[in-house]
């Protein structure tokens, strides 16, 4: 069964560092997401993207955050310049239509030292 | 805004026993409401869903069906398993706030044989 990937599965990284969240959605899928989940909160919803732009985003998603789709497979997340509270598990999901299920993927664990 | 609450957890169970997590939502529209469940290690696996009121989504023993009038979306199962174990969450989407998901805080499951 078709399934969405991450990688890495854990990222470390100094705070003020750059960190790139690479996904592989399901190949057929036309809508890409990420979210994330501070430990102990909920999931929120963090972007989501087609065809080649970005279609909704929150008030979390601000001028430190940057997705592209490099190329016809991966779906990056960017984080400029981390923050101690950018710590979370980033999850990428993808769904075929605007509103068809979403499909997510295993999560970044990114702890930002 | 759309959002979702979801019984506290964590909820610890025997073999066989009934399971109930609760799960009540705020819609603007008319939402589609889905449990993701999160085995340890792993990512947010679709459990099951269901799109409009009246309908019960059901997979692998699991139940819940769609209560407009009471805004509910409660998962069951008669007889949970050790392998049950991990972390159920309760989600909706809502076409009137754009396709993205809203989360519950997710209900920590542990079956002891």
Redesign the interface.
């Known amino acids: 069964e078709p399934e ?1 990937t ?1 990688t890495p599965s854990h990222q470390v990284t100094q705070m003020g560092q750059e960190v790139i969240l690479r996904c592989v959605p399901i190949s057929n899928h036309l ?1 890409f ?1 990420w ?1 994330r989940q501070i430990l102990g ?5 963090l972007v ?1 993207f087609y065809n080649n732009e970005i ?2 985003k ?1 008030e979390i998603f601000d001028d430190q955050f940057s997705v592209e789709r490099p190329d016809g497979s991966n779906f990056t997340l960017k984080i400029r310049s981390t923050k101690l509270e950018d710590s979370a598990m980033y ?1 990428c ?1 993808s ?1 075929l239509d ?2 068809d ?7 970044t664990r990114l702890t930002v030292l | 805004g759309d959002s979702v609450t979801q019984m506290e957890g964590p909820v610890t169970l025997s073999e066989e026993a009934f399971l109930t997590i609760n799960c009540t939502y705020t819609a603007t529209g008319y939402p ?1 409401l ?1 449990w ?1 469940v999160q085995y340890p ?6 459990l099951l ?1 269901a799109t409009k009121a009246d309908d019960k989504g059901s997979n692998k023993g699991f139940e819940a069906t769609y209560r407009k009038e009471t805004t509910s979306f409660h998962l069951e199962k008669g007889s949970v398993q050790v392998s049950d174990s991990a972390v159920y ?1 309760c ?1 909706l ?1 809502d ?1 009137a706030t ?9 209900t920590s499951l542990t079956v002891i044989p």
């Open positions: 969405v991450q809508y997401y979210y909160q909920k999931v929120e919803f989501s279609s909704e929150s999850f999901a769904s605007y509103t299920t979403q499909y997510f993927g295993p999560g | 589609s889905f993701y290690g792993e990512g947010l696996q679709l869903k969450f989600a989407s076409q754009g396709n993205q998901f809203y989360f519950g805080t997710g």
